[in-house]
């Protein structure tokens, strides 16, 4: 015959209920590391910056970083008029399901000189032209490239590129514009977006341009820093930028 030790009795008289409210506390540790919300999540691996398809760099390390929009200058004349570098549009299109292509984010804008013709080398900034989206109240970066290289394109909706003329050089005339597209590839885009909502505002429906994205857009070239300094003044020896800054929104730091 068996005996059953009072261990066991005492087991035998506790309610299901209570039993099994035991057994679960026998086995927390168990539990609680098959539980999504209470395991500790190991620390999400940095990302880090990619080569881009057709080149520049990708660069996914500065996600979600809030440290613009304006960037630090490269040296005197970035916030001069002349010459400048304006935002005439940016988004993204979607041929649909019908046509062929991906969709494609297009940022375009326009270069104006002031009393004096600026000449720029074909292609463009090569290589020397950065992106940067940022989301609005401190999400930081949405999207972030450099490298990239500008089209001239024609006026109009979906210009389409302009041929470059037998000189090899672009000329920016005084009153005249040239107007460029660059292309961000989708690679430059932050793991948190796509294509269908990086440059949708928070709310999205809103009237309020403080929520929506920030456009910072910065192109470079010898040119310009040597237009720069053929127009200074007496005693204004630089050393002068060769970069134009667009922001498309920014705080106004001018004393009223």
Same mark, same amino acid.
């Given at each position: 015959?068996?005996?059953?030790?009072?261990?066991?009795?005492?087991?035998?008289?506790?309610? @299901?209920? *209570? =039993?099994?409210?035991? @057994?679960?506390? =026998?086995?927390?540790?168990?539990? *609680?590391?098959?539980?999504?919300?209470?395991?500790?999540?190991?620390?999400?691996?940095?990302?880090?910056?990619?080569?881009?398809? %057709?080149?520049? *760099?990708?660069?996914?390390?500065?996600?979600?970083?809030?440290?613009?929009?304006?960037?630090?200058?490269? %040296?005197?004349? !970035?916030?001069?008029?002349?010459?400048?570098?304006?935002?005439?549009?940016?988004?993204?299109?979607?041929?649909?399901?019908?046509?062929?292509?991906?969709?494609?984010?297009?940022?375009?804008?326009?270069?104006?000189?002031?009393?004096?013709?600026?000449?720029?080398?074909?292609?463009?900034?090569?290589?020397?032209?950065?992106?940067?989206?940022?989301?609005?109240? %401190?999400?930081?970066?949405?999207?972030?490239?450099?490298?990239?290289?500008?089209?001239?394109?024609?006026?109009?909706?979906?210009?389409?590129?302009?041929? @470059?003329?037998?000189?090899?050089?672009?000329?920016?005339?005084?009153?005249?514009?040239?107007?460029?597209?660059?292309?961000?590839?989708?690679?430059?885009?932050?793991?948190?977006?796509?294509?269908?909502?990086?440059?949708?505002?928070?709310? !999205?429906?809103?009237?309020?341009?403080?929520?929506?994205?920030?456009?910072?857009? *910065?192109?470079?070239?010898?040119?310009?820093?040597?237009?720069?300094?053929?127009?200074? !003044?007496?005693?204004?020896?630089?050393?002068?930028?060769?970069?134009? @800054?667009?922001?498309?929104?920014?705080?106004?730091?001018?004393?009223?």
């Amino acid at each position: 015959m068996t005996r059953i030790s009072p261990r066991s009795w005492l087991l035998l008289s506790l309610p @299901v209920g *209570t =039993l099994l409210a035991l @057994v679960v506390l =026998l086995m927390l540790p168990s539990v *609680t590391s098959l539980w999504p919300h209470n395991e500790r999540l190991a620390p999400a691996e940095p990302l880090v910056d990619r080569a881009l398809p %057709g080149g520049g *760099t990708a660069q996914l390390s500065k996600c979600g970083s809030d440290d613009g929009p304006r960037p630090a200058p490269h %040296g005197a004349g !970035e916030r001069d008029r002349d010459p400048q570098l304006a935002f005439a549009s940016w988004g993204v299109h979607d041929p649909g399901p019908k046509a062929a292509g991906e969709p494609t984010f297009t940022v375009q804008v326009v270069i104006n000189t002031g009393d004096r013709p600026l000449e720029l080398d074909a292609p463009v900034a090569k290589g020397r032209v950065t992106v940067d989206l940022y989301g609005p109240h %401190g999400e930081g970066r949405r999207a972030s490239a450099r490298g990239l290289t500008a089209t001239v394109v024609g006026s109009g909706y979906r210009a389409k590129p302009v041929e @470059v003329p037998p000189s090899g050089r672009f000329r920016v005339a005084p009153g005249k514009e040239l107007r460029l597209d660059v292309n961000v590839p989708a690679e430059a885009i932050c793991p948190s977006r796509t294509m269908d909502d990086v440059i949708s505002c928070t709310p !999205e429906h809103t009237n309020d341009a403080a929520d929506c994205p920030v456009m910072t857009l *910065t192109l470079s070239d010898p040119a310009i820093r040597a237009y720069r300094a053929a127009g200074a !003044e007496e005693g204004d020896t630089g050393p002068f930028s060769d970069r134009l @800054v667009a922001v498309s929104l920014e705080p106004d730091l001018r004393v009223t």
